[in-house]
């Protein structure tokens, strides 16, 4: 062992010992001599010297202690093992020009002169304009890169003879200046970057960044640009083979979070006409700072002394402050890089349905903790749930703000999801779930439906539009078909997609929850939840039709869960008069409406009674929190009212027998439904693989009324 002492490591005297601090944290070690042995032993630790050779001459004891020391030292990285480096042909002039990065990789890693050889001996392609470019490139040739080739990707007659002002730090670095005829010439491009290994771009032209991330994919090549669009320039994500980071990818993530804010949007485009703000003027300074950090993030990269910020991430510099923050983002289903949906056959679709099926049931906190990775102010699907100025009680309020994936025309403000409930951590579970079924329903890849020509080659069994209850107003001709499974046979069949996905059909984003979605912590569940919004609706569009008025609950004397019974005393608190009527039609699914103050508030419908009736409270005091405290946001839609005639003088207790496993009970409503000659079929609602692994039990039902 050669024992180097790290320069970066500071060390003090502090009572009974003494403490040491490098970039790696900090050690406190016992012994009021330490001080003095470690100041004497320091020179010596110099690298040169073996660990036999500093204690030679010295007696078993302070042998033992020295080694004890110094071991310590090493396994906490305080100091490091030369003997152990790998080699290196760097030059003695190399070494010198380079001794202050060296150094600063040796403070992380060891073996500092290969890895500073590794990263030199990269061939860098780097493609921009103007300072940032000439920038990028000086930045490049003071870190020690050889070989640069550089293309001007706006080329002018000042930059033409730009190449003699690039000062090399040694004689063995070059810089050639390339030329492309045409960006649209991939072949000529790929010619190009086979001779690097590594290319960077700096540009404020996206289109060109995903072109050069997809060749890079392709080629396998590291690519690692640099975009600025008016006040920002968003380094990253490093694009590698061995890493899992597209560019298209966090673009895109990118282009959701900004649809919703007026203005931004056609900035970021993939588009031939650059919208950069034409009084944007960057300083020497500001190119400096961004070419600097690009190759930074390369330099990290190659010689590992710590996972670049770029990996995985988009790091956002604000060119006003020169302030930085790295965002994380996933993969984008609409990339053309990075993914390549297969279109399933109906075995395949059938396969996913059972697995899904037989798939473990998600824990509640598992998946509050999961989603966690699909929350970013910039290139997340959501905002992270937040309480914000919303009164908490006697309810628990919770906000979500969501992204705009299929880049929707909408309102100004971006569409969020508010939730309450009778505890934060329920609030915050219903708004994260909501928050998941508004994304999903939204979010389609059309390489994953079928056209009608193919429905037709196949003889696909197809439910249109025309024998579906209630469908949404149709613009297309059922031109695209989506798989979905009959409830009543278990087969595969295809259903009209515009049914499905609110996006097809409309060109402004949803603003109150669709009919027969929902989501579950298990299959199960989640188709049940579905069925039961529809056996909802229909319970209401027959209320008037009832020969008799339907009877109010007794609920001082129902049977009701302890949430039931604590709502029901807030509400008497709360509120002066509120009256519940059992509205439970020719379905037999429990359904109930909640009037307080002589109007109906809110309809809940479960196969429980006592969470039918908790629900329902629920709802009712959630409006009267609304109006109370002036917080639209998380108001209760409004629904039919229930006519005076039907409203019944009659009390009583309900009591329904129904299944209590949600098995069981998708089972009775299966056959309930089939009774009542209506047919379901539901969609998984999969189209983002990204929140699909994390929260598969996303569902659209769809009734038919048709014999099928």
């Not at 060891?110 to 001996?121: P, V």
């Not at 190009?192 to 396998?220: E, F, G, H």
């Not at 002066?576 to 809940?604: H, M, N, R, W």
């Not at 189209?687 to 048709?706: E, G, K, N, V, W």
């Amino acid at each position: 062992m050669q024992p180097k002492f790290k320069s970066e490591t500071c060390y003090i005297p502090i009572r009974s010992g003494i403490y040491l601090r490098n970039n790696h944290g900090g050690l406190w070690l016992k012994g009021e001599s330490l001080h003095r042995l470690l100041e004497h032993l320091v020179p010596t630790l110099d690298g040169h010297a073996t660990l036999e050779e500093i204690t030679d001459g010295l007696d078993i004891s302070r042998k033992k202690m020295i080694t004890n020391l110094i071991e310590k030292l090493s396994a906490h990285r305080f100091l490091q093992d030369v003997s152990q480096d790998q080699t290196r042909d760097l030059s003695p002039l190399e070494l010198e020009t380079y001794s202050s990065d060296l150094a600063f990789i040796e403070s992380f890693q060891n073996s500092a002169a290969h890895r500073f050889e590794h990263f030199r001996n990269q061939r860098l392609l780097i493609i921009g304009s103007g300072l940032c470019f000439s920038s990028l490139i000086h930045a490049s040739l003071q870190r020690g890169i050889k070989v640069i080739g550089a293309i001007m990707a706006q080329a002018n007659n000042a930059e033409a003879g730009q190449q003699a002002l690039f000062y090399t730090n040694d004689p063995e670095q070059t810089v050639q200046l390339l030329t492309v005829r045409s960006w649209d010439d991939e072949i000529e491009l790929r010619d190009i970057m086979q001779t690097y290994d590594t290319i960077l771009l700096i540009s404020d032209r996206p289109l060109l960044a995903r072109l050069l991330n997809r060749l890079c994919v392709r080629q396998k090549k590291i690519f690692i640009p640099a975009i600025m669009i008016n006040n920002h320039a968003w380094v990253g994500p490093l694009v590698h083979p061995k890493i899992e980071a597209c560019w298209e990818c966090a673009w895109r993530r990118l282009q959701s979070n900004l649809a919703s804010r007026s203005g931004e949007l056609p900035h970021y485009e993939f588009s031939e006409q650059t919208l950069t703000d034409p009084n944007l003027s960057l300083t020497r300074s500001a190119a400096s700072i961004i070419a600097n950090r690009l190759v930074f993030e390369v330099f990290k990269y190659f010689t590992h002394i710590g996972y670049p910020q770029t990996s995985g991430q988009l790091i956002d510099i604000d060119l006003a402050t020169f302030q930085s923050k790295s965002h994380s983002f996933l993969s984008h289903h609409h990339c053309l890089t990075d993914q390549h949906p297969i279109l399933p056959t109906a075995q395949q679709f059938l396969e996913q349905v059972e697995h899904l099926q037989h798939r473990s049931p998600i824990n509640t906190e598992a998946f509050l903790d999961a989603i966690a990775r699909y929350t970013d102010e910039k290139l997340g699907l959501f905002t992270s749930p937040d309480a914000e100025d919303f009164v908490q009680v006697p309810l628990g309020v919770y906000r979500v703000q969501i992204t705009n994936p299929m880049l929707i025309a909408g309102p100004q403000e971006p569409l969020a999801v508010v939730a309450a409930s009778i505890n934060t951590t329920s609030a915050r579970l219903r708004a994260c779930q909501e928050a998941c079924e508004y994304y999903m329903a939204e979010v389609v890849d059309q390489r994953r439906l079928l056209t009608l020509e193919q429905v037709q080659q196949q003889a696909l069994s197809t439910i249109t539009t025309a024998q579906l209850v209630d469908p949404s107003p149709a613009q297309t001709t059922n031109k695209l078909w989506t798989w979905a499974l009959n409830l009543h046979t278990n087969q595969a069949c295809v259903v009209p997609a515009e049914q499905v996905f609110y996006s097809l059909h409309h060109n402004k984003r949803a603003t109150v929850h669709q009919r027969g979605i929902a989501s579950g912590m298990n299959w199960d569940e989640a188709v049940c939840l579905t069925l039961l919004d529809w056996c909802r609706y229909l319970t209401i569009e027959r209320l008037s039709a009832s020969p008799h008025p339907y009877p109010q609950v007794d609920l001082a004397s129902t049977l009701m869960t302890a949430e039931g019974r604590h709502l029901y005393r807030l509400l008497q608190i709360a509120v002066e008069q509120f009256t519940v009527y059992d509205v439970t039609g020719t379905l037999q699914v429990p359904t109930f409406a909640i009037c307080v103050e002589g109007k109906v508030i809110a309809y809940s419908t479960h196969c429980d009674v006592a969470l039918a009736l908790s629900h329902g409270l629920e709802q009712a005091l959630q409006q009267y929190q609304s109006v109370q405290f002036q917080q639209p946001e998380y108001a209760i839609v409004p629904v039919p009212d229930l006519p005076g005639a039907l409203r019944g003088k009659q009390v009583y207790i309900p009591e329904y027998t129904l299944p209590e496993a949600w098995s069981a009970r998708l089972g009775w409503l299966i056959r309930t439904l089939q009774a009542h000659n209506l047919r379901a079929f539901v969609v998984p609602l999969d189209h983002d693989p990204a929140l699909t692994q994390a929260f598969p039990y996303i569902m659209r039902a769809l009734l038919s009324r048709a014999e099928v």
